[in-house]
């Protein structure tokens, strides 16, 4: 279960460089940058802990033959020219692929 150990929302006050129309910084005579007055923009902070579990997939994968379901003990696929045991099956389901062993 994840859990969220802190969070916080506010307000701060910020003051930004000044930029003219053409995107130039505003520079005084005394070449000081020209800035805004405090412009209050929204702060958020939050820090966030998952701890997984891992639960394995223990069910058999099954068949329909003759209105009687059978377990399927073993899958091949054919791959290069040769029969192997694939690592992973997938399923496609609503348009993505979810794997289910």
């Not at 910020?14 to 020209?34: G, K, L, V, Y």
């Amino acid at each position: 279960m994840s859990e969220i150990h802190y969070a916080q929302f506010q307000d701060i006050a910020e003051t930004n460089i000044r930029i003219t129309e053409n995107s130039d910084t505003r520079i005084t005579e005394q070449d000081d940058t020209r800035t805004t007055n405090d412009i209050i923009n929204n702060a958020a902070e939050s820090s966030l802990v998952a701890n997984a579990t891992l639960i394995p997939f223990t069910k058999g994968a099954y068949y329909k033959l003759n209105d009687s379901w059978k377990e399927i003990l073993s899958i091949y696929v054919k791959y290069n020219g040769s029969w192997i045991e694939p690592e992973e099956i997938y399923k496609k389901v609503n348009n993505i692929w979810k794997r289910v062993n």
